[in-house]
């Protein structure tokens, strides 16, 4: 049912990045994509992730050197079963490409009780674990809601 899963943040460099290490860690027989809203806006296209994102997937055995900022497209946003968001701005945003994406958007940390998910551009190390430790439990949140 959910065999090709997006994940989306602003500018694809922190949080979306994390999220896509960890899904892929957790669901390695699916389709799994992270790009951000921004991303061509604020000149960041084939930009790396963040050096606090990969630092923080590297602590955690996952590895996200490899990773470049992409913008979410609209064939993106089509070609995927569920599209999993950091927070409302981004759904609202994702809304106005197509009105078939509202319903299989939603917020990656909805089952955890803690909506959306903190943007750690800019700030410290330990910002950048606790977003990790968030998107963590967000998706071991949805492994018990999406067959592998």
């Not at 957790?26 to 809203?37: C, L, Q």
């Not at 927070?87 to 958007?105: A, I």
Request: aromatic share 8%.
């Amino acid at each position: 049912m959910f065999d090709s899963i997006l994940l989306v943040c602003t500018a694809n460099i922190c949080r979306s990045p994390i999220a896509e290490a960890l899904f892929r860690h957790h669901f390695p027989n699916k389709r799994i994509f992270s790009a951000g809203t921004k991303v061509e806006a604020l000149n960041l296209i084939d930009v790396p992730a963040d050096k606090g994102s990969i630092q923080a997937t590297k602590w955690n055995g996952l590895d996200i050197s490899d990773h470049r900022a992409t913008q979410v497209t609209s064939e993106l946003l089509e070609n995927s079963d569920l599209i999993l968001v950091m927070d409302e701005t981004q759904k609202e945003c994702l809304s106005r490409y197509s009105s078939g994406v509202r319903s299989k958007t939603l917020l990656i940390g909805q089952w955890i009780n803690i909506g959306e998910v903190a943007d750690p551009y800019g700030k410290s190390d330990e910002a950048f674990d606790v977003c990790f430790r968030c998107l963590e439990q967000a998706v071991l949140s949805w492994k018990k809601r999406i067959p592998s």
